[in-house]
């Protein structure tokens, strides 16, 4: 408890998690690994760079969500060229110049197959400059499950709520964290490949909450059931979505 106290005082510092590109990776050959539903962060640093990254599907997987963003980006100027080529015959599946804002990450689904393939990530050519700013990377295939672990931390809501993940082979404790130790609620259950069905344990009235992971940074929460200590029904209808989470600490 006393470690998720001094978190939580100085949350509102920390970052949203990534990995780092490694610098040089502007080949095919020293290709930095993007692993399903992560954050990968990078920046071009001149007008010829390239970063490479790669990735391998599997399990019959048919789409892949890419998801784009620039957290520091202020206007609408800079753009980045992204391309996703299969490896085996270096064709083409997806090409792009993509322009995200601090505000809001582009998001684009690609049919692709299964085996190893490439993202790059480039300048945008022609008249456009090269954007100096980090960016961050996520691609996540339709047939995604966290790894045991990978959600484990804590996670920061569209509210600016905080949560903390414990999973184990017990199962998955949910904890709504707040300044005031004594009103933190708490909910026990499991997770079933991207879901995650938890009871309230801790706190006022009675609950089910679903947790749905739509990668190993993201999930969307809903009620199933719920009522007040009162017994009048919770005030979010069961379905409806709750709020989105990001993980920015992990354990």
């Not at 998801?67 to 996703?84: H, K």
């Not at 991207?194 to 990668?215: H, I, K, Q, R």
Request: hydrophobic share 40%; glycine share 8%; proline share 5%.
């Amino acid at each position: 408890m006393k470690t998720l106290l001094i978190l939580l005082a100085t949350l509102l510092s920390v970052p949203v998690l990534a990995d780092s590109e490694t610098e040089p990776n502007n080949d095919q050959s020293i290709a930095d690994t993007l692993i399903a539903g992560e954050f990968m962060s990078g920046r071009l640093s001149h007008d010829e760079d390239v970063d490479y990254f790669e990735f391998v599907l599997s399990g019959g997987a048919e789409s892949l969500e890419l998801v784009f963003g620039s957290p520091n980006v202020m206007g609408t100027e800079n753009r980045w060229l992204i391309l996703v080529q299969r490896a085996s015959d270096g064709i083409l599946v997806y090409q792009e110049v993509l322009g995200p804002t601090a505000d809001l990450q582009i998001t684009r689904n690609i049919d692709i197959d299964n085996g190893w393939h490439w993202v790059s990530v480039r300048p945008p050519g022609g008249s456009l400059a090269t954007p100096n700013d980090v960016y961050n990377i996520t691609i996540t295939p339709d047939n995604f499950t966290p790894s045991v672990g990978a959600i484990e931390g804590v996670w920061q809501d569209n509210f600016s709520s905080y949560y903390s993940i414990h999973e184990g082979a017990d199962g998955l404790l949910y904890i709504e964290l707040s300044t005031n130790p004594f009103g933190w609620n708490a909910y026990l259950g499991s997770r079933i490949e991207d879901m995650a069905v938890l009871n309230l344990v801790v706190g006022p009235g009675t609950a089910t909450l679903e947790l749905t992971f739509t990668s190993s940074s993201n999930y969307e929460a809903r009620y199933l059931s719920c009522q007040t200590e009162g017994g009048d029904p919770c005030a979010a209808a069961p379905g409806e979505l709750l709020y989105t989470s990001t993980k920015v600490f992990a354990d």
